[in-house]
């Protein structure tokens, strides 16, 4: 171990390694990558369909919808609609499923630290 290494180590309070350990810590990974994952990986793709169809489906994307609107805006469009509808679909999916653990994982860390314990400090 360096001594950088070492001296960050021992600075390291050993409360978080107990609830680094816990049942209730790794369930909150697992809801967290669970949702986040498969989420950015169906945004990614839905963004590179754009893209792709863009450079080589031109004449499809330039079919006219209704007016001068054609299918490249409303592609381009619902790319605006999908961001802020999965930052919506997050934030619900947090407040019902991530943030109760996380309430009870802080107040275990508070317990165990004292309570005197404040956010960022060791």
Known sequence: MTSETHEQAARHDPVYDRLHESSEFTELRRRYRGFVIPATAAFLAWYLLYVVMSNWAGDFMAIKVFGNIN????????????????????????????????????????????????????
């Not at 919506?88 to 407040?95: T, V």
């Not at 653990?101 to 004292?114: S, T």
Request: charged share 20%.
């Open 71 to 122: 299918v490249a805006l409303i592609f381009g469009l619902l790319q605006f609609v999908t961001t802020f509808g999965l930052a919506w679909m997050y934030s619900r999916f947090s407040n019902a499923k991530l943030d109760p653990l996380a309430r009870n994982l802080e107040q275990a860390y508070r317990d165990q630290a004292g309570t005197d314990a404040k956010r960022g400090q060791a």
